[in-house]
């Protein structure tokens, strides 16, 4: 968390300005949260579509020590969800995300750090399915309601769905599988 701000003020600059960013009032962003909030927003826009992962880390580390956690904690799942979007294996995510853990545990908040971690998990979980991997229903029951809608809403797999159609967690999600799979539906993730 930056002690001052004007640590805050340094942080913003140098995300908006690594992102090209230059029609953000800095000033702005800094006294006002939404203005900040939306100001990260698109600079996770800028990271995800860039071919390099290289300054993730950095980025992260920089949103990580706003002083409002929550902002900090959305900016930072939308970069993981971009990412993992993006991955092309479960390997090339699961190596990305291990070396942002390091940030992420130094949040204050216990709650947004395992957000965050159950999030990459998550996606790690997803990309295994992708890559043709059945989970099992115990394994199935690890990952979040969330995760389990989004296999539901987009595997192409008619095992997966059976298997969300019988074992997932949220009726809602066990009929949109149950729903999918008897149509045929073909959807990509």
Not at 117 to 128: K, P, T
Request: hydrophobic fraction near 45%; charge should be neutral; aromatic fraction near 4%.
């Amino acid at each position: 968390m930056p002690k001052s701000p004007t640590e805050l003020h340094a942080d913003v600059a140098e995300l908006l300005a690594g992102a090209g960013i230059v029609d953000v009032d800095v000033d702005q962003a800094v006294a006002d949260e939404h203005v900040r909030a939306r100001a990260y927003q698109r600079v996770v826009l800028v990271a995800a579509a860039s071919q390099s992962r290289d300054g993730d880390r950095a980025t992260v580390a920089a949103m990580l020590r706003d002083p409002l956690e929550s902002v900090a904690k959305t900016a930072v799942v939308a970069l993981v969800d971009a990412v993992a979007r993006q991955a092309t294996c479960r390997a090339e995510f699961g190596q990305w995300s291990a070396e942002l853990l390091p940030e992420v545990g130094r949040l204050g908040t216990a709650a947004h750090r395992e957000f965050i971690r159950r999030r990459i998990d998550d996606w790690l979980f997803h990309l295994s399915v992708e890559a043709g991997h059945v989970p099992t229903p115990a394994e199935l029951a690890q990952v979040t309601d969330w995760m389990q809608r989004v296999l539901a809403k987009g595997s192409t797999s008619p095992a997966v769905l059976a298997l969300i159609a019988d074992s997932g967690n949220r009726k809602k999600t066990r009929n949109i599988a149950r729903n999918r799979a008897r149509s045929g539906e073909p959807r990509a993730i």
